[in-house]
């Protein structure tokens, strides 16, 4: 286990329960935030602030500083990552950048997924990002042994978060014995993680030369088709029989603005993981929180906190026309 990790951005759902994890297991943690994280840190983590992009401003705040593990949460284009290559080559013996499973060709020839499957997107602005970063970063690795690994989450969520498009609009119609819409049939499979359960499977990999040039899935291997997603969901919140309504995906995408292009490119398709490579390199990794465990979460949190049962209301209308003309 690596002693000395230095995070750049990771102050969000992900970042944050895998610095708890990494504390948890005694590791000396330095996070670099622009601003205040948006999620409570762990005692003991020490925070600096400066724009991780700006490779001068984040030079001035490390001074001569190394590290055995540095983790980039927040690459999201080649100009994020471009300086990190010179700025880390002699500060760390590995550069952890976050990408995501999305960068998988859709739809994926061959199931299940893993880390050799063709990796192409060529309009999905976020993934096409973090594709450009890998390749830059890969380059590196080739050509001067930068200590490169890759990290690839999938659908990760904790109690803070409603993992389907409609949110907690969708909870309150199946409370209310409205219908909720999901796309396609319903059938499609999907991979859900609980943030704590990724920070497990993550924190190992900090300082596992094993894991340099790789690049991993971090998934937990829960598999749902987006009915059960939807079923999990209301017994959570004490609905035993939701009404959902089944609308193809292009229908939904006229209907709704901003679901057309992640519905198209991402959540329509069946998405399998292999985990062999993650369960080799962390060993005796094993999800603790089932989605079932995960829903009654959300509820609960959902419960003591208004600010998460927020309904959009051109959203409730917008399922109420595709329900009527289904």
């Known amino acids: 286990m690596s002693t000395r990790v230095l995070f750049l951005g990771g102050a969000g759902m992900i970042g944050s329960a895998a610095a708890a994890e990494a504390v948890r297991r005694g590791v000396e943690l330095t996070i670099v935030t622009r601003g205040a994280p948006s999620r409570p840190m762990p005692a003991g983590v020490r925070q600096l602030r400066a724009d991780v992009r700006d490779a001068r401003a984040l030079a001035g705040v490390l001074g001569e500083e190394s590290f055995d593990a540095v983790v980039n949460w927040v690459g999201y ?101 409205k219908g909720v819409v999901v796309h396609g049939d319903g059938t499609s499979l999907w991979s859900l993680t609980h943030s704590s359960d990724f920070a ?41 029989e939701p009404r959902l309504v089944h609308v193809s995906s292009e229908a939904i995408g006229r209907a709704v603005p901003g679901w057309a292009e992640v519905l ?46 927020r309904v959009d209301a051109e959203l409730d209308a917008a399922f109420d026309r595709l329900i009527d003309g289904v």
């Not at 894991?211 to 209301?234: C, F, K, R």
């Not at 292999?274 to 005796?284: E, F, M, N």
């Not at 094993?286 to 998460?308: K, L, N």
């Open 200 to 240: 497990r499977a993550f924190v190992p990999l900090l300082g596992n030369g094993h894991a340099i040039g790789e690049s991993v899935n971090v998934v937990s291997g829960d598999i749902l088709t987006w009915d059960q997603i939807h079923i999990e969901l209301a017994a959570a919140a004490g609905v035993r």
């Open 77 to 177: 284009a080649e100009g994020d990552v471009r300086d990190h290559v010179e700025l880390f080559s002699d500060r760390t013996t590995q550069y952890v950048f976050i990408s995501t499973c999305s960068v998988y060709a859709r739809p994926v020839p061959l199931l299940p997924i893993t880390e050799s499957s063709p990796i192409r997107q060529s309009e999905f602005g976020y993934p096409r990002g973090k594709i450009a970063c890998e390749l830059l970063l890969q380059d590196a690795y080739r050509q001067s042994g930068f200590p490169l690994t890759i990290v690839r989450p999938f659908h990760t969520y904790d109690e803070t978060t409603v993992p389907i498009l409609s949110g907690w609009t969708a909870i309150e119609r199946m409370r209310a014995g």
């Open 264 to 309: 198209e490119h991402d959540f329509r398709h069946t998405m399998l993981f292999d985990t062999s490579k993650l369960l080799r390199l962390v060993p005796g990794f094993a999800p603790r929180v089932s989605f079932s465990d995960g829903a009654r979460q959300i509820i609960e949190h959902a419960r003591v906190s208004s600010s998460a049962r």
